[in-house]
Antibody, heavy 124, light 112 residues
Framework: EVQLVESGGGLIQPGGSLRLSCAAS????????MSWVRQAPGKGLEWVSV???????YYADSVKGRFTISRDNSKNTLYLQMNSLRAEDTAVYYC??????????????????WGQGTLVTVSS | QSVLTQPPSVSGAPGQRVTISCTGS?????????VHWYQQLPGTAPKLLIY???NRPSGVPDRFSGSKSGTSASLAITGLQAEDEADYYC????????????FGGGTKLTVL
């Protein structure tokens, strides 16, 4: 059974740093596409970052240069290092396992499994 | 402002049929990228509802169906039930943004 458990959220001052963790079970993190998605209070979903099985990473423009996605294969855990935090980064952060599929010559992916989320509050 | 546009809210009585639209552009849905739908019950994480435009994961009732045409997609829910009251999000991929997965702003479904 696939399980994703996030941790590391909390209250942090603007300009501070925080590292989120996502412990996975039931599958191998390094063999899959993994992502972080966030949801500001009362708002919709926003994709944050992705790491491919090969290690390639991508970021939303809103966090590029400040956030870093990584994984620890020995711990089967995904991370999100968040630096220079701003008030607008306040959100519940979800880690998600993407399933990738191809149709013809095109390939797509969707967020198949989600963790329960961890709340990050950036405030002085 | 979300890349994909959804109505903020829809409502229907138990047993009725409702649809939720998701409008994109030539760089996402119109470019041929598949659309996926998620259901978020109050206070919980999103859950995959429809993938690949019109496919249901195991366990999702056949009351839920999806479709896609041109630059838009739709989620239809028939035989509305009280437990369907939730937020619904569409999601696709946008080629104008580097490696960007995009969501709609979400639609709140109220069962009257």
């Amino acid at each position: 059974e696939v399980q994703l458990v996030e941790s590391g959220g909390g209250l942090i001052q603007p300009g501070g740093s925080l590292r989120l963790s996502c412990a996975a079970s039931g599958f191998t993190v390094s063999s899959n596409y993994m992502s972080w998605v966030r949801q500001a209070p009362g708002k919709g979903l926003e994709w944050v970052s992705v790491i491919y099985s090969g290690g390639t990473t991508y970021y939303a423009d809103s966090v590029k240069g400040r956030f870093t996605i990584s994984r620890d294969n020995s711990k089967n855990t995904l991370y999100l290092q968040m630096n220079s935090l701003r008030a607008e980064d306040t959100a519940v952060y979800y880690c998600a396992l993407l399933t990738r599929y191809c149709s013809g010559t095109s390939c797509y992916s969707y967020f198949d499994y989600w963790g329960q989320g961890t709340l990050v509050t950036v405030s002085s | 402002q979300s890349v994909l546009t959804q109505p903020p809210s829809v409502s229907g009585a138990p047993g009725q049929r409702v649809t939720i639209s998701c409008t994109g552009s030539s760089s996402n849905i119109g470019a041929g990228y598949d659309v996926h739908w998620y259901q978020q019950l109050p206070g919980t994480a999103p859950k995959l509802l429809i993938y690949g435009n019109n496919n249901r994961p195991s366990g999702v009732p056949d009351r839920f169906s999806g479709s896609k045409s041109g630059t838009s997609a739709s989620l239809a829910i028939t035989g509305l039930q009280a437990e369907d009251e939730a937020d619904y999000y569409c999601q696709s991929y946008d080629s104008s943004l580097s490696g960007s997965w995009v969501f709609g702003g979400g639609t709140k479904l109220t069962v009257l």
